[in-house]
């Protein structure tokens, strides 16, 4: 399954680095045109690679989140990182002007930086407000509070100034059209940190599947491992929301495709699910450029629209076998 996903990211990443309003003639014509060089090098590549990065990104956060919470359902955005991150959005339009479109470096840097601080701080209000991390309910409950409550000063910060509804609407939104190279680094970085560290933390993962009595008795230190793993989640959740805005489904979906094909322990699937990210977020975002190409569509509203689909398609087929049983 790895060699598929490695064998479909390259394919993608090509097919990626020659859509768009163009076309297939930049690529063509990209050793004797320098415009098209600077099309498909410094745009269409960047671009496609910050997609998958992201993708990969919700992508482990989406399988750390399910394992920590032993829940299926859950996404990387329930400790309140999306609210954080949109709040932190908003206050950097405010602060610096403009709009989330600006190819100005230390405007692009400016905007990146508050989103993922604001993600940072909700993520640790989440836990300080559950108190500690041992009680998984608690910091699920205290996560949709301060998801909820970051999500009204947004929107208050938003009537306070409307000149920025705009702006934020390219955010929530989700797109990845303005990822460059420097924003591939950080997240190519950022994603390699998570995945050894999530490696690391696998056995607690594998233990908590079994019930939190079994893992305590495994001796393993449950305490500090759990804190890693929500530090894994609030960063590469921040860094992916920080770079794309605001992409659903993708942490959600990610994790059940891998699950629904393997049966290997969380030190695997983890990786997996990230390279499953990675596959899903580029197509979306190829769809997006291809679809109405000129234009394009928002790749999270693609990704909600493709992702719920396929939750209600699962919730169909299971609902069916229960009936049959």
Do not use: K
Not at 36 to 59: E, K, Y
Not at 284 to 305: F, M, Y
């Amino acid at each position: 399954m790895a060699l598929v996903l490695l064998v479909l990211s390259v394919l993608l990443l090509l097919v990626g680095a020659s859509v768009g309003s163009t076309g297939w003639e930049s690529v063509l014509r990209m050793r004797d045109d320098p415009t098209s060089w600077q099309i498909v090098v410094d745009i269409r590549l960047p671009r496609s690679l910050g997609a998958w990065l992201a993708g990969g990104l919700l992508g482990l956060a989406g399988a750390v989140a399910q394992g920590l919470f032993r829940n299926p359902l859950a996404d990387p955005y329930l400790l309140g990182s999306a609210s954080g991150a949109s709040l932190g959005s908003a206050l950097g339009l405010v602060l610096l002007g403009g709009s989330v479109t600006s190819l100005n470096l230390f405007y692009r840097l400016g905007m990146t930086g508050m989103a993922f601080v604001g993600a940072a701080c909700a993520v640790a209000l989440t836990v300080v407000l559950a108190r500690n991390v041992q009680n998984t309910l608690r910091l699920l409950l205290a996560g949709v509070i301060v998801g909820v409550v970051l999500g009204a000063m947004r929107d208050l910060l938003e009537l306070r100034h409307p000149d920025i509804l705009q702006a934020m609407q390219a955010f929530t939104l989700g797109t990845s059209a303005f990822v460059g190279w420097e924003g591939c680094a950080l997240m190519a970085a950022v994603l390699l940190a998570c995945v050894l560290a999530t490696w690391c933390c696998a056995r607690v993962l594998d233990g908590l599947t079994l019930g939190e009595a079994t893992a305590a008795s495994l001796g393993l230190p449950l305490a500090p491992l759990r804190y890693g793993l929500v530090a894994v989640l609030a960063l590469a959740t921040g860094t992916s929301v920080a770079q794309t805005g605001l992409i659903a489904f993708v942490g959600l979906a990610a994790p059940h495709l891998v699950r629904s094909l393997v049966q290997v322990g969380h030190g695997r699937s983890t990786v997996l699910a990230a390279a499953m990210g990675g596959v899903l977020l580029l197509a979306a975002d190829i769809l997006a450029r291809w679809l109405v190409a000129p234009q394009e569509l928002p790749v999270g509203v693609l990704t909600a629209a493709l992702g719920g689909t396929y939750l209600l398609w699962r919730m169909h087929r299971s609902t069916r076998s229960v009936g049959g049983i």
